[in-house]
């Protein structure tokens, strides 16, 4: 089943405690993005990825990385988390065309809170 | 940045009644999606259209586009309370593919039998 799995789905965590999202994806495709969604803001991209070793800052990256050492894994990486970065983040992946980013598969979600 | 903004931000209407969310954007596109989210789940891919094309249809769902107005409708006929969710578009620029994939704040959507 083609699916984009991410782990863990509930977190919680306290403030300077490094932590890591897991994503991956089995669907062979290039393009891998995370996203934050906050009541009243919707979903604002964090970073994304159009390939292996190739990573793109979207509008929220600031207390954030991630890799893309192997294609269908795509970390989140929080060096040093704050209660600011409680959150329901997901990773989503497609492949990529000439036409622009093809139609994205979600995954269900972490529940990051942050003490 | 770039970002689709739905309108309206909320819309309660009866079962069987159509219901019709805007979205406009601000610069040129590859192309717009259109995509569900039920409470808390990740989020659904429901129709995409491309920037040379002006409707699309897909079952209960018709979609418009208009470039001249950077806008777009998602129309849902006969509602039903399972239609119930949030919806949101969504825009990559007229780049070169490799471009983030940007949403709006998407509008909520709930149908009452």
């Known amino acids: 089943e083609a699916q984009v799995t991410q782990n863990p789905r509930y977190l919680i965590t306290v403030t300077g405690k490094k932590l890591t999202v897991t994503c991956s994806q089995n669907m062979n495709h290039e393009y891998m993005s995370w996203y934050r969604q906050d009541p009243g803001l919707g979903l604002r991209q964090i970073y994304y990825?159009?390939?292996?070793?190739?990573?793109d800052k979207g509008d929220v990256p600031e207390g954030y990385k991630v890799s893309r050492k192997e294609k269908r894994n795509f970390p989140l990486i929080l060096e040093s988390p704050s209660p600011n970065q409680t959150s329901l983040y997901f990773c989503?992946?497609?492949?990529?065309?000439?036409?622009?980013?093809?139609?994205?598969?979600f995954g269900n979600g972490t529940r990051l809170t942050v003490t | 940045s770039q970002q689709g903004e739905e309108d309206p931000q909320a819309l309660s209407i009866q079962e069987g009644e159509n219901a019709t969310m805007n979205c406009s954007y601000k610069t040129s596109i590859n192309n717009l999606q259109w995509y569900r989210q039920n409470s808390g789940r990740g989020l659904v891919h429901l129709i995409l259209i491309r920037s040379n094309e002006r409707e699309k249809h897909s079952g209960r769902l018709r979609v418009t586009l208009d470039t001249s107005k950077k806008s777009s409708s998602l129309l849902i006929t006969a509602s039903r309370a399972a239609d119930t969710a949030s919806y949101f578009c969504a825009t990559d620029a007229d780049k070169q593919a490799g471009t983030a994939l940007i949403f709006g704040k998407g509008t909520t959507l709930s149908v009452s039998s």
């Open positions: 990825s159009m390939n292996v070793e190739v990573t």
């Open positions: 989503a992946s497609s492949s990529v065309t000439g036409t622009g980013v093809s139609p994205l598969h």
